[in-house]
Nanobody, 133 residues
Framework: EVQLVESGGGLVQAGGSLRLSCAASGFTFDDYDIGWFRQAPGKEREGVSCFNVIDGGTYYTDSVKGRLTISSDYAKNTVYLQMNNLKPEDTAVYYC??????????????????????????WGQGTQVTVSS
């Protein structure tokens, strides 16, 4: 059974930092790209960042470029999202998710962008990030 468990969320002042973790189990890391999404109240879930497990590429949505960094530790089966210089508009529930990796049609990277919500097949329960002004 695939399990994704996020942690690391919390309340932080604007300009502060948080590191989100996504502990994964029940699957082979090499088979899936990992994505981070967020959903603010009243808004649609949006893709924030992803990691391409085949070529190591990454993608960041424009609003977080230069502030967020995605990384993975295969030995710990954990994916991280380091969040620096946080802004009130970053307030949301953050989710990690998996989508099937593809050599033929990559869906994560600078050129490929990030796959849509509907292409991700496994999801964690989310962790709340609140940034106060």
């Amino acid at each position: 059974e695939v399990q994704l468990v996020e942690s690391g969320g919390g309340l932080v002042q604007a300009g502060g930092s948080l590191r989100l973790s996504c502990a994964a189990s029940g699957f082979t890391f090499d088979d899936y790209d990992i994505g981070w999404f967020r959903q603010a109240p009243g808004k649609e879930r949006e893709g924030v960042s992803c990691f391409n497990v085949i070529d190591g590429g990454t993608y960041y949505t424009d609003s977080v470029k230069g502030r967020l960094t995605i990384s993975s530790d295969y030995a710990k089966n954990t994916v991280y999202l380091q969040m620096n210089n946080l802004k009130p508009e970053d307030t949301a529930v953050y989710y990690c998710a998996l989508e099937i990796a593809s050599i033929v049609r990559p869906r994560c990277g600078v050129a490929a962008g990030m796959a849509s919500v509907h292409e991700y097949v496994y999801w964690g329960q989310g962790t709340q990030v609140t940034v106060s002004s």
